[in-house]
């Protein structure tokens, strides 16, 4: 899949890449975007470890790859983004 937000305080609501285990496994996401400040411009990853109350808050950085189980492990959310992303 690829997502690209309009800047416009679009997000992505809290969810579960593969919650019926149909085969996928992993997710990957790698942000193109240069010169992003999260403080000004949101877009935050946060993911919500199952059984964890921590809450990992991922800045969308230039040549960032992350990776994670796409199953009910790893609920994650965007945070609405105030420019394009």
Known sequence: MVACYPGNGTGYVRHVDNPNGDGRCITCI???????DAKVNGGLLQI??????????????????LIFWSDRRNPHEVKPAFAMR
């Open 30 to 36: 790698y942000y193109l975007n240069k010169n992003w």
């Open 48 to 65: 919500f470890p199952e059984g964890r109350n921590v809450v990992a808050s991922i800045e969308p950085l230039f040549d960032r790859l």
